[in-house]
């Protein structure tokens, strides 16, 4: 690690509050003007589901956003350090296909629960108040492991290039985020999402191009491939084909793609925020968005790690590396500083501040998801369900707004506890399959078997998360004769646990459901989930409820018409799926794995161009894709902006005002009902 960080303390503290309350500032700005002139009230339907009309290109750019955490760059660029080529390709073709497979998940949930604003509001309307509360445990959970995976790894990077004080720097990276996704909602995380992720992909795009054209030590892929070739000479990998780095057969890259698919199953079935951009999208635009988002998220942690993680191999023999003449520590690696040295070296200190902001980036764009997530399960799922069922539209607003504030409060105070206990975003991300991956089988099958019964989703989880930590903690002391942050943290205790997670409910789930009876479920219950009745906000902003995006009410030949788009997109996202999981795990890895290939100068070079242009095309579909897609909403707010600036005011709208009690019936407990909601739970039942 570097004697002194090579930047000074005040361009990290510039960098954390600085660029946070810009984009605070610009979401404040934009809020007001989606409000004034397209009538995007933040009612509590608009902060936690965006009115259910985001469109694919920005779908999808928030599904990189969201899954570009700080890991995806330290730890890629980590692996890729350890293992070779083989490490950023197994990172991100065993990240991608769960994006992938969501998205057969997200068409489900479209169809089955139109009205839903958490995924657990789903797992209480099918099983009831004791499996709700198990999954609100591990939903929780998996927002919290994110979190201060987040906040540990981007800390640490702050740290390590500026001084800043660890904890300082978990409590300040926060607070810019917290003000602009209290001010916007998910809406905001939507439109911030986009920015973060067109700025990410331009710096991994000006390291790529700096490694391998115009580095005065670098400058080619020739160059790293020859340099690569004689680290491999100096220091062979345990393990890999030849000791090379320039293989895909990898032993230990090998045991770490599988915790790579096992945990990540986990980070994305039961992550609440995935959920939440899945209620947000347009009925038509959830597929498309999520196989897009998928697919141009893979281009980032290959193309990163292939860059900055062989960079360092490649440079660390060279004075210009910040550790010369010795390699990297392991705890630096396990902390994601490959990926700063290696900018440092590429760099300077311009390659430092480029880091700085690539981490700022993807730690505030993954954390706003988390913090929707966590507020929208205490709003809906604790709150509203189980405190105040009657909640008005603005207390419910309140109470998200509270929850994002003190959620990211504890959030930066646990992850500072993390830090002094020697806990490190490589642990955490290895982690984090053991824990949450056993509620992953069962969730999944809510929405996709009708036979799965109450007892068999409750208790799965919770056994498969003994069995779990069983397994790990008995393989970590078998082999090591202790236990403690190394052993524990090692790779086949890990791989332990975290596929005894994710398996162990493939024998529970059939066991206890065919033991106590199937349900046989009809799907009715998801349907009559309601939408909150937001018409108190809507009548204080002084815009009519109908003209809010998603509050009209929709004729039932609409309805009807929507579902059996969805009913096709369903087919077409299991079949789309299975192709590509089956293209990116199989058909494209392992005849390199199985043949043991050491890559040749030309194939590395090939392999490099590929994915430099593979980014080019994520830089199409989530850069320029959603400015074209929404072209006319933005001709529509200029023209809005260009009425007011000359005087003539803005167009009037169109409509009646609503009041509480217009267009609403009341159900026994006093609860407001609209008549969307019933039709929507007619033409479900109907469809199916």
């Known amino acids: 690690?570097?004697?002194?960080?090579?930047?000074s303390q005040a361009v990290g503290y510039v960098v954390v509050i600085g660029l946070g309350f810009l984009f605070a500032m610009g979401m404040i700005i934009t809020t007001y003007v989606l409000k004034r002139y397209q009538n995007e009230v933040q009612?509590?339907?608009?902060?936690?589901?965006?009115?259910?009309?985001?469109?694919?290109?920005?779908?999808?750019?928030?599904?990189?956003?969201?899954?570009?955490w700080a890991a995806t760059l330290l730890q890629s660029s980590g692996v890729a350090y350890r293992y070779g080529v083989s490490g950023p390709f197994w990172y991100a073709s065993g990240a991608t296909v769960q994006i992938l497979l969501f998205a057969t998940l997200a068409i489900e949930l479209k169809r089955k629960a139109p009205n839903a604003h958490t995924f657990l509001e789903v797992i209480r309307a099918r099983y009831g108040v004791y499996t709700h509360l198990v999954y609100i445990v591990f939903g929780l959970m998996t927002n919290i492991l994110v979190t201060a995976m987040l906040l540990t790894g981007g800390s640490a990077v702050v740290t390590s290039l500026t001084g800043m004080k660890t904890a300082a720097a978990c409590f300040l990276l926060p607070v810019g985020v917290v003000l602009y996704t209290v001010m916007g909602g998910i809406k905001a995380t939507f439109l911030t999402d986009y920015i973060h992720t067109v700025m990410i992909l331009i710096i991994i795009l000006i390291f790529a191009f700096t490694a391998y054209t115009t580095n005065v030590n670098l400058g080619s892929p020739s160059r790293v491939y020859d340099l690569l070739t004689q680290a491999a000479k100096a220091h062979p990998v345990a393990g890999n084909e030849q000791g090379s780095y320039l293989t895909m057969r990898s032993k230990e890259g090998a045991i770490f793609f599988v915790i790579n698919i096992v945990g990540n199953f986990g980070t994305v079935f039961m992550d609440n925020g995935y959920y939440n951009k899945a209620i947000a999208a347009s009925p038509v635009h959830a597929l498309p968005g999520y196989v897009m988002g998928g697919l141009s998220w893979f281009a980032i942690p290959w193309l990163a790690a292939t860059t900055m993680g062989l960079s360092a191999l490649a440079l660390e023999s060279n004075p210009v590396f910040p550790t010369y003449p010795s390699r990297m520590p392991d705890a630096d690696v396990t902390a994601g500083l490959v990926l700063p040295n290696a900018a440092v070296a590429l760099l300077g200190k311009g390659g430092a501040a480029a880091t700085l902001i690539l981490v700022f980036m993807a730690v505030t764009s993954a954390s706003s998801a988390e913090y929707?997530?966590?507020?929208?399960i205490f709003t809906y799922d604790i709150y509203k369900t189980y405190f105040e069922p009657s909640a008005s539209g603005r207390k419910l607003v309140y109470m998200a707004h509270t929850c994002v504030v003190v959620y990211a409060i504890l959030l930066a105070g646990f992850s500072t506890g993390l830090y002094y206990i020697g806990i490190s975003i490589g642990y955490l991300y290895l982690m984090m399959g053991v824990i949450i991956s056993s509620a992953v089988l069962p969730a999944a099958l809510t929405l996709l078997w009708s036979g799965q019964n109450m007892i068999a989703a409750t208790l799965s989880p919770v056994l498969g998360l003994a069995c779990s930590l069983l397994a790990w903690l008995v393989t970590a002391k078998k082999q090591y004769g202790n236990l403690s942050v190394g052993s524990t943290g090692s790779n086949n205790p890990m791989l332990a646990g975290n596929v005894?997670?994710?398996?162990?409910?493939?024998?529970?789930?059939?066991?206890?459901?065919?033991?106590?009876?199937?349900?046989?479920?009809?799907?009715?219950?998801m349907a009559l989930i309601r939408l909150g009745d937001?018409?108190?906000?809507?009548?204080?902003?002084?815009?009519?409820?109908?003209?809010?995006?998603?509050?009209?009410?929709?004729?039932?030949?609409?309805?009807?018409?929507?579902?059996?788009?969805l009913k096709r997109a369903s087919l077409i996202a299991k079949t789309m799926t299975v192709v590509l999981t089956l293209a990116l795990l199989i058909l494209w890895p392992m005849p390199m794995y199985g043949t043991g290939y050491?890559?040749?100068?030309?194939?590395?070079?090939?392999?490099?161009?590929?994915?430099?242009?593979?980014l080019f095309c994520s830089t199409f579909c989530v850069g320029l894709y959603p400015l074209w897609e929404g072209r006319h909403s933005q001709v529509r707010t200029f023209k809005g902006i260009i009425r007011d600036l000359t005087g003539r005011g803005k167009p009037p709208i169109q409509g009646r005002m609503s009041v509480v009690d217009a267009g609403s019936s009341q159900d026994d407990e006093g609860t407001p009902t609209r008549e969307k909601d019933r039709k929507e739970a007619e033409v479900g039942t109907k469809s199916e």
């Open 1 to 7: 690690m570097a004697t002194s960080p090579p930047l």
């Open 43 to 68: 009612t509590s339907e608009m902060f936690s589901t965006a009115g259910r009309s985001v469109k694919s290109g920005l779908v999808a750019s928030a599904v990189v956003s969201s899954w570009t």
């Open 534 to 565: 937001d018409s108190d906000v809507a009548a204080m902003a002084n815009v009519d409820l109908e003209l809010i995006p998603g509050a009209a009410d929709v004729s039932e030949a609409e309805l009807l018409a929507e579902k059996t788009k």
């Open 598 to 614: 050491v890559f040749s100068k030309k194939f590395f070079t090939g392999w490099v161009s590929v994915g430099i242009i593979w």
């Open 372 to 376: 929707i997530a966590v507020s929208s």
């Open 500 to 525: 005894v997670a994710l398996l162990s409910p493939l024998i529970f789930v059939p066991v206890l459901t065919f033991a106590f009876g199937q349900q046989k479920y009809d799907w009715v219950s």
